[in-house]
């Protein structure tokens, strides 16, 4: 297949399972402070680290966030539904990190509550920390992927290089 300008590799059209093969690079353990923005500090670092590929895994709690928490119908493009949190909630969740358009792109999914109330969903541009949150970045090295928009469901998703038979 002919590389693309990027370095990455043309992707066929998804027939099967797509995935990549690679190796744990380096590990990092980070912490983000009270007031702190997670989204814009965990994309900061992962930049700043030079990061291409990867998992993020993450606990503490936000003074608020805002959340897709699913389409509003099961349709194709979904249509996102948002929920705003307020006033301090618990959070635990995991992100993966591939090459983007513009640089690294990060996809984090959470779990977040307070008192009996739990929200899941994709945690999106707005989530100011509580206290802290800790985070384990694990690199991978070596994989062939890059998450880029797919026209058929109107988001952006990772493409690998290889797809099972």
């Not at 384990?136 to 928009?149: G, H, M, N, T």
């Amino acid at each position: 297949m002919a590389p693309l300008t990027s370095g990455c590799t043309i992707y066929q059209e998804r027939k099967s399972v797509q995935y990549s093969e690679g190796q744990v690079g380096r590990v990092f353990t980070v912490r983000i402070d009270d007031r702190e923005s997670f989204t814009s500090e965990i994309q900061r670092f992962v930049v700043a680290m030079n990061i291409q590929s990867g998992i993020i895994h993450f606990l503490g709690a936000v003074r608020s966030a805002r959340v897709a928490t699913g389409p509003r119908e099961p349709v194709i493009p979904p249509a996102p539904r948002h929920e705003e949190i307020f006033g301090g909630w618990e959070l635990f969740g995991l992100a993966t990190i591939y090459p983007g358009e513009e640089g690294p792109s990060i996809h984090v999914h959470t779990t977040t509550g307070r008192g009996i109330r739990t929200i899941t969903g994709r945690l999106r541009e707005k989530a100011e920390v509580y206290v802290a949150i800790n985070a384990i970045i694990i690199e991978f090295v070596r994989i062939s992927a890059k998450r880029l928009p797919d026209e058929r469901t109107g988001v952006d998703l990772p493409v690998f290089d290889r797809v099972l038979p």
